[in-house]
Each structure stands twice: as structure tokens, then as C-alpha cells.
């Protein structure tokens, strides 16, 4: 969990800076911050790292290997890299597959999804994570066809499915 007194930027919904918050006063249902949600992957795999953490707007549902909010003169990429070193202690590069204003469940946010792929497995924060799994993309449709996943991590796997498909497309084109 990042610490409560760091001060968070609070934006409106085209990105624009408004003010900046104490972590522990950020009201997720009225403002808008920035969002680096982390997927992580098995090397050659189609398995994917979820989690299911204490501190989450949505109790009880598997969200994405790690995500965090970001900080005051902090860059997203930064927030991601500090989330994935925080809550499963990896230092691992981290690719951004992009960066946009969600509406979910009436919680606004600007969310970066980025992607880590890695044979290591994570040693998880037991502080910070309930329980955590490696899933496959079918598990994880299973997941959240039956409404237990979050928001966040449903938007992030959505994003990365649409990455990779113009990803594969880009390829063939490729001379």
C-alpha cells in the first residue's frame, strides 16, 4: 500500500492538473487521479499474474498483478515501476500499452496499463495482497464473466487484447 501522507495530483478528465491531495484524502468517487495498472506475464505463456488485495475499491475481486497511484512530480511509468517493486518485489522493464480517461462504476481515472513479461515468480506482500494466482486468459474470461474481477483489471486485459491484435497486424504489414 503506498503511504497515506504522499501527495497524490488530482486531475480533470482531459488530464489537466487541479490541485494535488494527501493519499489518505483522495476520494476515489469524486477525484480524478492517474493509474498505473501492471499486467504480468509468464514468458512464453498465456498466463497472466492476478491478486486479489486488501486495499481495493472493489473488495473481493482479482485485479492486475500490481497497481498504484500516481504521486506528485512522479512519472506513470515510475508509479508502475514502484507498485510492481512495492507489492510483489520485482524489478522487471515495463512496457506501456497505453494510457486513458476510464468512467468505471462511477470511479474516474486516467489509467496506464503496462505489461512485464519475466520467468520470475513474484514474492508476494502478504501485508498488502490476500491471495494471488497465476490464471490463464480463459480462467481469467471465466473471471470475469462471472463479475470477479475488477473493473480496472477487466478495462487493462480489454486494452491489451486490443494492443495486441494491431500489434500482430503492424507485423504482418511490416515489409
Not at 35 to 57: C, G
Not at 98 to 111: A, E, G, S, T
Request: a negative charge.
Amino acid at each position: 500500500m503506498q503511504d497515506p501522507s504522499a501527495s497524490i495530483y488530482v486531475y480533470n478528465k482531459e488530464g489537466g492538473i487541479i490541485g494535488a491531495k494527501r493519499r489518505d484524502a483522495v476520494i476515489m468517487h469524486t477525484d480524478i487521479v492517474k493509474i498505473a495498472n501492471i499486467l504480468l506475464f509468464k514468458v512464453n505463456s498465456a498466463q497472466t499474474f492476478i491478486t486479489n488485495p486488501y486495499d481495493s475499491l472493489w473488495s473481493d475481486k482479482w485485479e492486475g498483478a500490481a497497481i498504484g497511484m500516481k504521486r506528485e512530480n512522479e512519472m506513470l511509468y515510475t508509479t508502475a515501476s514502484y507498485a510492481l517493486m512495492r507489492e510483489l518485489d520485482m524489478e522487471e522493464t515495463l512496457d506501456i500499452v497505453n494510457i486513458q480517461y476510464h468512467v468505471l462504476d462511477n470511479v474516474k481515472f486516467h489509467m496506464g496499463v503496462y505489461i512485464v513479461k519475466t520467468n520470475r515468480l513474484p514474492t508476494i506482500d502478504s501485508r498488502n495482497i490476500k491471495e494471488a494466482k497465476w490464471a490463464s486468459m480463459l480462467e481469467l474470461d471465466d473471471l470475469i464473466q462471472k463479475n470477479e474481477c475488477t473493473p480496472t483489471l477487466q478495462a487493462a486485459i480489454y486494452t491489451y487484447n486490443v494492443w495486441t491484435q494491431l500489434d500482430a497486424i503492424e507485423s504482418r504489414l511490416r515489409p
